[in-house]
């Protein structure tokens, strides 16, 4: 009696939907794609050669290796001396002695192969980033010229960020 009562109210309902069927015209479809995307972290390390020799310094002798490295994506990479840094014009800056602020050493930030870098002026508040050709790689050497360098530390820092152009 109970699955009879049942099969009648199925019976029932189904008869009321059919009864009470409409049409639908001008079906539009829409659809979106759901992107989740991976945050890309980047990663900047300055590594100094080690035994470097006060006294006279050739001109474009390496002094550090920069490396930058992304996860969760391949944008440009874009490259400038930190604003802490005494700079001189585009890549060149003028670095002071941390012992003798009157020691200085010229140095520039070059590709691995002693190329110049694309740059480009037209960052908000002025600053000139440079984009190494590889995307990772920059070297830090002296100065196009010869100079004689004091025994003496000198502080080198850059700032590499995600090129959003």
């Not at 972290?41 to 001109?59: C, E, F, I, K, Y």
């Not at 060149?92 to 002026?121: E, Q, R, Y």
Request: proline share 4%.
């Amino acid at each position: 009696m109970k699955h009879q009562k049942t099969l009648l109210a199925v019976l029932l309902t189904m008869s009321c939907i059919t009864a009470h069927a409409a049409s639908v015209a001008d079906v539009t479809p829409a659809t979106a794609t759901v992107d989740f995307s991976q945050a890309m972290t980047l990663t900047h390390t300055l590594t100094p050669l080690s035994n470097l020799q006060a006294g006279a310094v050739t001109a474009d002798t390496k002094l550090a290796d920069g490396k930058i490295t992304v996860t969760g994506g391949t944008p440009t990479i874009a490259i400038k001396a930190s604003s802490s840094m005494q700079t001189g014009t585009m890549n060149a800056v003028i670095l002071k002695g941390n012992n003798d602020p009157s020691h200085t050493l010229d140095v520039s930030f070059v590709n691995p192969d002693g190329t110049g870098m694309a740059a480009d002026t037209g960052v908000a508040g002025g600053a000139v980033w440079f984009m190494p050709f590889d995307n990772e790689n920059y070297i830090i050497q002296s100065a196009s010229r010869e100079q004689t360098v004091a025994a003496d530390q000198y502080d080198i820092s850059m700032d590499a960020g995600i090129w959003n152009n």
